[in-house]
Structure formats: structure tokens, C-alpha cells
């Protein structure tokens, strides 16, 4: 996928979220300045900043980290590294669930062996993270912000279970020639999806 692909869909969940929660302190704005009490209608402006803010507490350093990413976007700091994982965790603050606490979209972080992290969607599943542990990846992402924007798996010999795995986690980061190389790695005897 291109940058700005990866980057909308990683905060598209976030500007439907904005938009909503724009459109609502609109409508409370509405009916504060329709309201026939003179109070109300001088404090609607306030009313419906005090709203939107209160609404978009919680997805704050969200947008503060989406706005770091679009503006390194358009500087076009793009940088590759091979990394060893050290680990690959789930992103809680930058998640959106459900009333029942399940997580509507997974967004985690790549740990390296050298500390630096690395964001990106992941999908969780039934096979723990832990089987990327002290596998090499050739990366490639936004220098500053730790955007990851593709992958590529650098083992020798993968066996069949870490080549799906990876395929699973990472599907959106990796490219048609990637996906061509991990099937001719495990001599095309699975089917990645």
C-alpha cells in the first residue's frame, strides 16, 4: 500500500470519530441559540466548544500523534532499517472499543532490540505475538514518529506457522513481492489467507 493509504486507515477511526462528535456540538449549538432564554443563546458558542472538547478528551494524544504523522507525510522522512523484534504489544490508548471493551480496530507497536517503536494496525488472533521475538524484519517508516509503512520478514528458514502468522499481523505492510517471496520461502504449500 502507499503511505497515505496505511496513514488513512490507521486514523480513519479517528476522523469518522471527529466528524461525529463535530456534527453533535453543531446540533447543540442549534438548539442553545434557538433556545428563547438570552442566556442560553449568548453562551451557545461556548456551550459547543465546551462539548466537542469534553467528547474528544479521550482521542487527544491520538490526534496529536496523527497530526505528527500527516505533517512528517508531506516532508516525505521516510527511512528503512532491518530491526530484531523485541516485542509487539497491543496500543491501548490509541484503540477504540466497544461499550463491552472489545477493540474495534487493533492498533499496536513493534518493539526492537535498540528500544525505538514502531505503529502500526495489527491483527490479533488466537497465536500470540511472542513467536516475532528475535526475528529480523527489514522496515520501512516515517522517521520521527515511528509510522511503519512497510515490512518485509528477513528469516532464513521460516516454518510455515511464523510465515502465516506474519502474513496475519502484518497484511497491510506488506507488498505483492513480499507475498511473493514468503510463499517461494515455504515452496508455495500454504495459502496465506
Request: proline fraction near 2%; glycine fraction near 6%; charge should be positive.
Amino acid at each position: 500500500m502507499k503511505p497515505r493509504t496505511n496513514a488513512y486507515q490507521y486514523f480513519k477511526m479517528l476522523l469518522e470519530y471527529i466528524l461525529a462528535t463535530a456534527l453533535l456540538s453543531v446540533l447543540g449549538f442549534l438548539c442553545c441559540y434557538w433556545n428563547e432564554q438570552t442566556i442560553v443563546q449568548k453562551n451557545a458558542l461556548w456551550f459547543t466548544l465546551g462539548l466537542f472538547l469534553l467528547l474528544n478528551a479521550s482521542k487527544i494524544p491520538l490526534t496529536v500523534y496523527g497530526l505528527r504523522v500527516w505533517t512528517e507525510l508531506k516532508k516525505e522522512n521516510v527511512s528503512e532499517h532491518i530491526i530484531t523484534v523485541q516485542s509487539i504489544k497491543s496500543e491501548k490508548l490509541y484503540n477504540f472499543r466497544t461499550r463491552s471493551g472489545a477493540v474495534l480496530e487493533e492498533k499496536s507497536v513493534l518493539l526492537d532490540t535498540n528500544g525505538k517503536t514502531y505503529h502500526f494496525i495489527g491483527e490479533h488472533y488466537n497465536h500470540p505475538a511472542k513467536m516475532f521475538q528475535g526475528e529480523t524484519m527489514h522496515i520501512t517508516c516515517l522517521e520521527k514518529t515511528g509510522f511503519l509503512l512497510s515490512v518485509e520478514l528477513r528469516s532464513e528458514s521460516p516454518n510455515e506457522e511464523l510465515v502465516r502468522s506474519f502474513y496475519r499481523y502484518f497484511f497491510r505492510y506488506i507488498s505483492l513481492k513480499e507475498r511473493g517471496n514468503l510463499q517461494s520461502k515455504v515452496r508455495g504449500r500454504i495459502r496465506l489467507r
